[in-house]
């Protein structure tokens, strides 16, 4: 169901861009959709293939983290250049098939109007899609339909993930590098959790917590699958980590599902929360595995409602008391086997 929405999200995407053209054409030359929408589509997608980071993704990691005037005017460059090429591509395609019946050099030339038209849309586009990345994808196409307007018990599985010697670091290095710290790690998380279709809810403090639909969670172990491919990631930019920071993250993961009540609350500021033992205890679980001295620890109500993926271990490490819920909880750790 997810990829279907996720394709259906590119899809409405691709329609607004190529209706844009349409639009363009008929108010600038009086007709000519499809070659307005090929035009359109070319110009627009390299950049948002840019924002996206499916093109020179190293560029685009590197203007996200200027200041502010530094990021829109190498911003605006980027994206006039990559109009330009966009253009130009879509231009020769519509010259080379016979569609647009002019000379090439014309074919490929874009007017300044054109470029301001396009410049406007697909700022536009970008807008809607960093409102969206800062709200998190699933939470603001759940506000914008309003899903959760009326409080709705469902079912959902939570990972409390926690950097471990977060003060000891801000402390030796000040709260500036630990912030950048901070920032590296987190974004580290973004690709599997998005690779398994999860979604980032909130970071608290040097916490995050991703969660599922419990269906979406448990099949083909995707919230077990998301914690190792975190630890992946992590480790395959050590040298990264040692050169930049002098230090290796270390986390721990806290993993719990069950019944929640979801809901949207706010006045001016909307957010979409949930409320629950299954909430607080995904939270005491991850308390949990400081003191039993285990990185990933997994509640024994969500393991035996999934199979572990190959590779993947887990010890059962016995029934502990958690603050907060009137019965113990049977708890396992996970480790590479």
């Known amino acids: 169901m997810r990829k279907l929405l996720l394709m259906l999200d590119y899809l409405l995407l691709f329609l607004a861009v190529a209706g844009s053209g349409v639009a363009y054409a008929f108010l600038e030359y009086g007709g000519g959709p499809f070659i307005g929408a090929t035009y359109a589509l070319f110009a627009c997608a390299p950049i948002l293939a840019f924002e996206r980071g499916y093109i020179l993704p190293r560029l685009s990691h590197h203007i996200s983290f200027l200041p502010t005037p530094a990021y829109i005017a190498l911003g605006l460059i980027v994206y006039a250049v990559l109009v330009f090429c966009g253009f130009a591509v879509g231009g020769t395609l519509l010259w080379a098939t016979g569609i647009l019946k002019v000379d090439w050099q014309r074919a490929v030339h874009a007017e300044p109007q054109t470029l301001i038209f396009t410049g406007i849309v697909c700022s536009i586009i970008v807008f809607v899609m960093r409102v969206r990345e800062l709200l998190g994808r699933d939470i603001f196409t759940d506000l914008l339909l309003g899903r959760y307007r009326r409080p709705v018990r469902e079912e959902r599985v939570f990972i409390f993930i926690d950097l471990v010697g977060s003060t000891t670091f801000a402390e030796t290095h000040g709260d500036m590098k630990a912030q950048e710290f901070l920032r590296e790690i987190f974004a580290t998380y973004a690709a599997p959790v998005r690779r398994h279709n999860g979604a980032i809810d909130d970071y608290i403090g040097d916490a995050a917590i991703i969660t599922w639909p419990f269906q979406d969670a448990i099949k083909k172990s995707a919230c077990i699958k998301c914690v190792f491919d975190i630890l992946a990631a992590i480790e395959k930019r050590q040298d990264f980590w040692m050169k930049t920071f002098g230090v290796m993250p270390k986390l721990r993961f806290a993993l719990h599902g069950g019944p929640v009540i979801t809901a949207e609350i706010g006045v001016d500021h909307h957010k979409i929360t949930y409320f629950g033992d299954t909430v607080n205890t995904t939270a005491r679980l991850e308390s949990l595995s400081k003191m039993l001295g285990h990185p990933i620890l997994i509640s024994s ?25 009137g019965q113990t909880l049977g708890v396992c750790s996970l480790v590479k086997s």
Do not use: M, N, Q, T
């Open 301 to 325: 109500d969500l393991i035996h409602r999934l199979l572990l993926p190959k590779g993947i271990k887990s010890e059962y490490l016995g029934e502990h008391a958690v603050k907060g819920r």
